[in-house]
């Protein structure tokens, strides 16, 4: 079976200070990974992906994401945070042509 | 590059009436999906079209939900009759049928029931 899990729900950190989202995944085959970011009243947005090339991928806006096969992870950072960061962050499985969302986590950024 | 258009943006019914949502694709995406995003979690897929065609509807409630793409362009997504439990944000995605993992979202609809 394939499936994501966010491990927070929300997450608050402080402008300026590095942002860590953690998400693990349970696939059969190898995977492929995404975050998508929703901000309010707005559609979801790609933020980088992961499809079996380098394992640490580089994305919009600063943000990175290593996948490590060994802890079935694929936990999204940044080094420094910034107001327009504050949105809803998701971690996607792509298996079958389809995309299975996570949870979701909510990141506050406080000024 | 226009994105995916999505309308109306809000819409408020009663339970047991009916309601539909439109989608405009991005201009050469074949591929088009509808989601169904319940607050505070992650979207689910309802349906996928390739062309006019219907790739996967396996989690589409049929009793109530009904889905077309005529042409192969635009798509509608009704309920009748509504419940309760479908108060969420309908999300329209397109790609190109090589890109199914890169998908374009549209802003949403927003259906409150009550």
């Known amino acids: 079976a394939q499936s994501v899990t966010q491990l927070d729900s929300h997450v608050s950190v402080s402008e300026g200070t590095p942002v860590l989202l953690r998400c693990n995944y349970s696939s059969s085959y190898s995977p492929s990974l995404f975050w998508y970011v929703q901000h309010p009243n707005k559609g979801l947005q790609l933020l980088l992906k992961y499809t079996s090339a380098a394992t640490l991928v580089k994305g919009i806006n600063g943000f990175e994401a290593e996948f490590k096969k060994s802890e079935t992870s694929f936990h999204l950072t940044k080094p420094s945070a910034h107001m327009s960061d504050a949105a809803e962050y998701f971690c996607v499985l792509g298996s079958a042509r389809q995309l299975t969302f996570g949870s979701g986590t909510q990141l506050t950024v406080l000024p | 590059e226009a994105g995916v258009a999505q309308s109306p943006r809000y819409k408020i019914i009663e339970k047991r009436q009916s309601v539909a949502f439109w989608c405009n694709p991005i201009s050469g995406h074949a591929t088009l999906y509808w989601y169904q995003q319940i607050l505070g979690q992650g979207p689910k897929l309802l349906i996928q079209?390739?062309?006019?065609?219907?790739?996967?509807d396996s989690q589409l409630p049929k009793d109530r939900f009904s889905a077309e793409r005529l042409k192969g362009v635009d798509s509608t997504l009704k309920i009748q009759p509504a419940k309760l439990e479908d108060s969420a944000v309908y999300l329209c995605a397109s790609s190109l049928p090589q890109g199914a993992y890169e998908q374009y979202f549209g802003p949403g609809t927003r259906l409150t029931v009550t």
């Open positions: 079209f390739q062309n006019n065609g219907v790739v996967d």
